[in-house]
């Protein structure tokens, strides 16, 4: 089992929220070591307790990397299994990312490699696209273009704004991410020479979230 999840969130914490549940519900398999922030006052800290806060306004810190190294050693204090951005809106610099690399993970809002960056559901309606989604990836130090695990896809209706399509997928998103967090914390998932790898075997594109909330199964061969 590889369930320890150091989580880091910068907003609301609705995705931490959906986790939190899970794992009441015993539908994830996994324990909360910390929840970790760059924001002292984002409601994430409040949805848990005051032993598993740590918050530093990175805005005190001289530079960048001197608030990645406070971060980093704040979390690998905690020795967890996977470290999860959840909401977290500062980018990461590369120490840290190869500190963590290949247990870091992050969900973006789109199918990625469309759209990285922010104002996504803007940009799927700017472009008439017929579809949306939400992308599960590990982080590497560019930008939202680490190797992609699985998405979950919505069709975009007439109509639709950005924040009615941000509505509609933000449960999707929930889902999507703990179906990845359970094959991360039963072991069955890695990143090998920049592939997804899924019961020891690599994957060539990605896992697919059906309508139940399921991965469906994984192609053999590359496309």
């Not at 320890?4 to 969130?9: G, K, S, T, Y």
């Not at 990397?65 to 909401?87: E, H, T």
């Not at 890695?190 to 199964?217: C, M, N, W, Y």
Request: proline fraction near 8%.
């Amino acid at each position: 089992m590889s369930g320890r999840l150091a989580i880091l969130a910068s907003g609301r914490g609705s995705n931490l929220q959906a986790i939190l549940d899970a794992i009441a519900d015993g539908s994830l398999g996994a324990g909360i070591v910390g929840v970790f922030s760059d924001r002292p006052d984002a409601a994430a800290l409040q949805r848990v307790a005051g032993p598993l806060r740590w918050s530093a306004d990175a805005k005190s810190f001289p530079d960048r990397a001197g608030f990645d190294a406070a971060l980093a050693d704040a979390v690998d204090a905690l020795r967890p299994d996977w470290v999860v951005c959840a909401g977290y809106m500062r980018i990461l610099g590369a120490p840290f990312v190869e500190r963590f690399r290949g247990r870091l993970l992050n969900i973006h809002p789109s199918l990625l490699p469309k759209y990285r960056g922010l104002r996504t559901h803007a940009r799927a309606l700017a472009a008439g696209d017929a579809e949306h989604g939400a992308s599960v990836h590990f982080v590497v130090p560019e930008l939202d273009a680490g190797t992609v695990i699985a998405q979950a896809r919505i069709p975009i209706e007439p109509g639709d704004t950005p924040e009615s399509l941000a509505h509609r997928l933000l449960p999707r998103e929930h889902a999507l991410y703990l179906a990845v967090l359970r094959l991360a914390a039963a072991g069955r998932l890695a990143e090998r020479d920049g592939h997804v790898v899924l019961d020891g075997q690599p994957i060539f594109s990605p896992l697919l979230l059906d309508s139940t909330g399921k991965l469906l199964p994984v192609p053999t061969e590359p496309k």
